[in-house]
């Protein structure tokens, strides 16, 4: 007598009744905590924004106060996102192509933005850059203005969006390694032809990736930027400080317009690396994954 079941494999592997009712139950769950959570208070911003008419939607978004503010976030943003961008194909390219002393603290200081808080950060700059701060006398014998000025708000800025294009470079570059690196070198190319022809080609989406986070958090950014900033309107006020401002005064309709700019760059954002997920294949990386000195 044969010891071998005549159940098809098949029939074994179908999920029972309470399984396939559970399983139903998780979708429903999730998608529960998605609508209730995420999906109606983006569409219930679009719903306040546009509750007086296109005309008073549009009207809000022309005020010269949220025009100032959406120029400056502009500007900080093209000033913060290329800096970051730079260090973290320095600071990848080091730790994934040499070893030196200090690596793992370097990895450490790449991670500090992650854990403190933006608000945090900011008193950070104006302990060091304030008044009566470290450099503050120095800086006003010689008329210079980084607290409630722009620089402040960009190096702030800067500050908390610096890990995002590193962290993802990082394990990225790891895993390809640097044997195509190593075959330029002996073929003759220097370490400019090296880094455009080879290293650039093979990690740019993943860069531009980063890049992509790094953008959509420094637009978004308000903790360290509300405590450098002085909330100077027409001056040093940043779109989401602008939203702030107007919701505090009860302009309700030009605050959730100003909200609505926000909201839309956010959609964008995750639209844009969902397209770079498809096309290139490249993922966040988990962080038990990231690179270990």
Request: aromatic share 10%.
């Amino acid at each position: 007598m044969s010891g071998r079941s005549n159940v098809p494999s098949s029939a074994i592997l179908q999920p029972t009744v309470p399984q396939r009712m559970g399983r139903v139950a998780l979708i429903l769950l999730a998608l529960l905590f998605l609508g209730g959570f995420l999906i109606l208070p983006v569409v219930a911003v679009f719903a306040q924004a546009l509750s007086q008419g296109w005309k008073l939607y549009f009207e809000s978004i022309r005020q010269e106060d949220v025009l100032s503010a959406l120029r400056l976030t502009a500007l900080v943003a093209s000033i913060a996102v290329p800096l970051n961008v730079v260090f973290g194909i320095a600071a990848s390219w080091a730790i994934t192509r040499f070893d030196f002393h200090g690596k793992s603290l370097l990895i450490t200081l790449i991670d500090i933005p992650l854990s403190v808080s933006p608000v945090v950060a900011g008193m950070m700059y104006v302990e060091v850059f304030g008044l009566h701060g470290w450099l503050g006398p120095w800086l006003q014998e010689h008329n210079l203005h980084v607290i409630f000025a722009v620089p402040g708000i960009v190096l702030a800025t800067v500050f908390v969006t610096f890990p995002f294009v590193a962290r993802e470079l990082i394990p990225f570059m790891q895993a390809q390694g640097s044997d195509e690196e190593t075959a330029a070198v002996v073929l003759g190319a220097n370490g400019w032809s090296v880094f455009w022809r080879v290293t650039l080609p093979n990690i740019k989406w993943a860069l531009l990736y980063g890049t992509i986070l790094a953008a959509s958090r420094s637009i978004g950014e308000f903790g360290a930027v509300s405590v450098v900033s002085g909330h100077i309107r027409g001056q040093t006020t940043t779109l989401p400080l602008e939203v702030e401002m107007l919701y505090n005064e009860y302009s309700f309709t030009a605050a959730f317009a100003a909200a609505s700019l926000l909201t839309l760059a956010a959609i964008v954002t995750l639209v844009i690396k969902k397209m770079i997920e498809v096309t290139s294949g490249v993922h966040p990386v988990p962080e038990e994954e990231e690179v270990e000195s």
